[in-house]
Structures are given as C-alpha cells and as structure tokens.
C-alpha cells in the first residue's frame, strides 16, 4: 500500500526562449518520496529522448522498489543507486537497438527521502544537474558537477570567476548513457522539517548564481509552490537560454 509521505515536491519545466524543444523531464513521486530531474545532452542525438525514457525507467523501478526504501532505511544509498544503474542501462540497450541513437545521453538526479524520526535526504546524481540544501537563509549545494572546468577548479587550474566564462564549461565527464558501467556520486544529509531541497537543471544555474537562488527561495517563506515558479521566472527573465526544470521539496506545514 502507498503511505503519503510527510515531504512533497513542486516541479516545472519550460524550454526557455532560446532552444526550440525542452530536452528536460522530470518525475514528482510524492507518494513514494523520490523526486527526479534529467536534462539531455546538448548537441548529441535524441537528448529528449535519453530524458525522458531515463526518468519513465526510474520511475517504474521506484514503484517497484517503494516498499525496499519503506522497510529497510539503511538501503537508501543502494536505491537511488538502483534508479540510476538502471537508467543508464536502458539507454545503453536504446543505442545498441538502435545504431542512430549512438552517443544519446543524459543528466540525472534523484533524491529520496527516508522519513522521520531523523528524516535523510539520499541524492545520487551525473551530469551538472544539482541538488541544494535550504537552510535558515543559507543555500549548500550537495551535488558536483561532473563537468570540465569543475575538474579543473578542483586541480586548482581556474577559478570560479574562469569557469563561469570558459569555453568548455558545458562539457561534461560524466552522464548516463557515456558508459556501461557508470556508477553515480552519492550524498546523503539530514532534514529538518523547515528546511528545503532543491533539484534543478543547468537552465536554472546558468542563469541564477546561488547567491540568487538563495535570494528567492528566502522570499518564498518555505512555500515550495511559490519557490519553484518564481525560480523558474527568475531563469526565463534573465535571458531563458536553456530549458529550465526545477523542483523543490518542502516537509507538509
């Protein structure tokens, strides 16, 4: 039986005013505590499509796996590992189906929540679609990119100033559909019940600096439905480059 959980999630999609498709997709599965944001590589084949069919197969194995996150807690790492192993092999048998579909791919993040009495957030992701803590004012993120100019701050070859104008700063070292055997970054952090998650796109971070994001998310005074569509219209009023998917997560008021 599904159990309503105590946290629930608000999500929106828009393909902005520059991209004539939304490559993005996402998946609100508040009854089952797990919430997911994918956004297709941009410039290879069928990224819609890698999107879409990555997050429909997530979302059929996290109904199917809803009672393994219910009964046994401690499993949360291995099942949203689960939803990302099990992705990434569908669009691997897509482009061995289909030689057209070669080089197809995707970002990936998905969170699932553990309830109380010590709620966790579990977050496995690839690509630079993030996931962020909101927390009394101040904004973390949880996620790395796994992109170029990420690995090149991390060496210490350019800073964070560089690599918002780098060339190659949309590259990414990791995503589904790049590798068989792609294994996803894992995090995991407790939750209090004022707090706030947020799962989004690059559309969103291109355009909106945390500082930013931090900023609406303040005004939004812990209403998920207000934060998620005025973040959103922050990315479209600035320019709208990308498409743009947000989500955010908010324990019931």
């Known amino acids: 039986m599904i159990q309503t959980r105590p946290w629930t999630g608000v999500g929106r999609t828009e393909t902005g005013y520059v991209r004539t498709s939304n490559q993005d997709a996402l998946a609100l599965l508040n009854d089952y505590g797990v919430w997911i944001v994918a956004d297709g590589m941009g410039g290879r084949p069928a990224g819609d499509l890698a999107a879409r069919s990555a997050v429909a197969v997530a979302t059929q194995r996290a109904r199917e796996r809803a009672a393994q996150l219910r009964e046994h807690q401690l499993a949360a790492a291995a099942f949203v590992t689960d939803l990302v192993t099990n992705a990434n092999q569908h669009i691997h048998d897509l482009m061995l189906a289909t030689p057209s579909l070669q080089g197809m791919g995707t970002t990936f993040v998905a969170l699932a929540m553990t309830p109380a009495p010590m709620p966790i957030a579990h977050i496995a992701h690839l690509g630079d679609s993030r996931a962020y803590l909101y927390r009394t004012g101040q904004l973390k993120q949880l996620t790395r990119d796994h992109t170029l100019v990420e690995n090149l701050m991390r060496d210490g070859l350019i800073d964070a100033a560089t690599a918002l104008t780098h060339p190659e700063r949309h ?20 939750v209090t019940r004022h707090d706030l998650i947020l799962l989004c796109s690059d559309g969103l971070t291109k355009m909106l600096e945390d500082a930013a994001i931090a900023s609406v998310l303040s005004r939004a005074g812990g209403d998920p439905h207000k934060a998620c569509h005025d973040l959103v219209e922050q990315a479209l009023s600035r320019g709208g480059e990308d498409n743009v998917t947000v989500i955010v997560v908010a324990a019931h008021r």
């Open 171 to 190: 590259i990414l070292t990791k995503g589904l559909g790049m590798d068989v055997a792609m294994q996803p970054d894992l995090a995991s952090t407790p």
